[in-house]
């Protein structure tokens, strides 16, 4: 619980102060992709003190072209953008846009910012397929005459999934906490990412150690359930594990809009988990033939044998 609190102290400051860095968002010679249908160069350089030159030859990028950032000028009489930017797809195609049409139309060329991209306009539809599947699994196994094993309802003996949802929770709060009080942060690390959470800023910093920890419990978790349960039966587990998982980030992403609301329910969320886990879920006997974790005392599901 300390670890917890721990992540959850800088979101209590930095909706107060926060100082940004001198960091640019790119720089000449950085490689991009467009991901819009077209963006429309044009070929001659911007001059000062003259309008823009609406019949020189226009240039015609499309959909995932590669550019590179040729060069950069500042016009500080131009009304619409003052930071126009030369961008090259090759040695023969190359030309100037404002940075604002520049910066809407391009992702960096980086797989960590390519991914960030995709997340952010296609999560809602992913978790809409994923979240419809995990139900029917959910209801199947809820009226399955078989008792299988339910996250929550009829858990395995292993504490690994409480702690995956509750780091899940805290890593949506931190999440939508930077996006909310410091977009600027996000920004930067969309076109500066690392996989490494030293060197950043103390809320991105914890955002990616939570994310770290996230990944090492969902493959502990998915050992552990694939150790305890038959292949069909930890299928079904880990279908209604992960549905409670994406319910879990869009209530948390939701509620962090309200700090208060958030870390209320943020306690009680990680409360009820863990006196649920301590109550029903955590083995306190092992059995004294194959070692297997047992709930309580009697013929171990196992190997059969007695437990007194």
Same mark, same amino acid.
């Given at each position: 619980?300390?670890?917890?609190?721990?992540?959850?102290?800088?979101?209590?400051?930095?909706?107060?102060?926060?100082?940004?860095?001198?960091?640019?968002?790119?720089?000449?010679?950085?490689?991009?992709?467009? =991901?819009?249908?077209?963006?429309?160069?044009?070929?001659?350089?911007?001059?000062?003190?003259?309008?823009?030159?609406?019949?020189c030859e226009q240039l015609n990028v499309h959909y995932g072209d590669p550019l590179v950032v040729a060069e950069t000028l500042v016009i500080p009489e131009d009304s619409v953008d003052s930071v126009w930017v030369k961008l090259a797809r090759d040695q023969f195609t190359?030309?100037?846009?404002?940075?604002?049409?520049?910066?809407? =139309?391009?992702?960096?060329?980086?797989?960590?910012?390519?991914?960030?991209?995709?997340?952010?306009?296609?999560?809602?539809?992913?978790?809409?397929?994923?979240?419809?599947?995990?139900?029917?699994?959910?209801?199947?196994?809820?009226?399955s005459p078989k008792k299988p094993h339910v996250f929550f309802l009829r858990d395995i003996l292993s504490p690994y999934p409480t702690y995956l949802l509750v780091i899940l929770a805290a890593s949506a709060l931190l999440y939508a906490g930077i996006q909310h009080y410091v977009p600027e942060t996000w920004v930067l690390y969309y076109y500066h990412p690392t996989l490494n959470p030293f060197g950043l800023p103390l809320i991105l910093s914890l955002f990616l150690c939570s994310v770290w920890v996230l990944l090492v419990l969902a493959i502990a978790t998915i050992d552990e359930v694939c150790r305890q349960l038959s292949a069909a039966e930890a299928l079904l587990y880990l279908l209604s594990l992960l549905g409670c998982c994406i319910l879990c980030y869009l209530l948390f992403t939701l509620a962090a809009l309200s700090p208060g609301v958030s870390y209320v329910c943020f306690s009680i969320f990680v409360l009820i988990l863990l006196l649920r886990y301590s109550r029903y879920?955590?083995?306190?006997?092992?059995?004294?033939?194959?070692?297997?974790?047992?709930?309580?005392?009697?013929?171990?599901?196992?190997?059969?044998?007695?437990?007194?």
């Amino acid at each position: 619980m300390k670890a917890i609190c721990l992540l959850f102290f800088p979101l209590l400051l930095v909706s107060c102060y926060y100082q940004e860095g001198d960091t640019t968002l790119y720089a000449v010679g950085d490689n991009f992709e467009l =991901s819009v249908d077209s963006l429309m160069l044009q070929s001659s350089q911007p001059l000062h003190n003259q309008p823009v030159d609406t019949l020189c030859e226009q240039l015609n990028v499309h959909y995932g072209d590669p550019l590179v950032v040729a060069e950069t000028l500042v016009i500080p009489e131009d009304s619409v953008d003052s930071v126009w930017v030369k961008l090259a797809r090759d040695q023969f195609t190359m030309g100037w846009t404002h940075q604002h049409n520049f910066l809407a =139309s391009v992702v960096p060329d980086d797989p960590i910012s390519q991914f960030i991209h995709l997340f952010s306009i296609r999560h809602l539809g992913l978790f809409g397929i994923l979240f419809a599947i995990s139900l029917l699994a959910l209801l199947y196994q809820i009226f399955s005459p078989k008792k299988p094993h339910v996250f929550f309802l009829r858990d395995i003996l292993s504490p690994y999934p409480t702690y995956l949802l509750v780091i899940l929770a805290a890593s949506a709060l931190l999440y939508a906490g930077i996006q909310h009080y410091v977009p600027e942060t996000w920004v930067l690390y969309y076109y500066h990412p690392t996989l490494n959470p030293f060197g950043l800023p103390l809320i991105l910093s914890l955002f990616l150690c939570s994310v770290w920890v996230l990944l090492v419990l969902a493959i502990a978790t998915i050992d552990e359930v694939c150790r305890q349960l038959s292949a069909a039966e930890a299928l079904l587990y880990l279908l209604s594990l992960l549905g409670c998982c994406i319910l879990c980030y869009l209530l948390f992403t939701l509620a962090a809009l309200s700090p208060g609301v958030s870390y209320v329910c943020f306690s009680i969320f990680v409360l009820i988990l863990l006196l649920r886990y301590s109550r029903y879920s955590r083995p306190r006997y092992l059995c004294g033939s194959c070692g297997k974790r047992l709930k309580q005392l009697g013929k171990c599901p196992y190997c059969g044998a007695e437990n007194e």
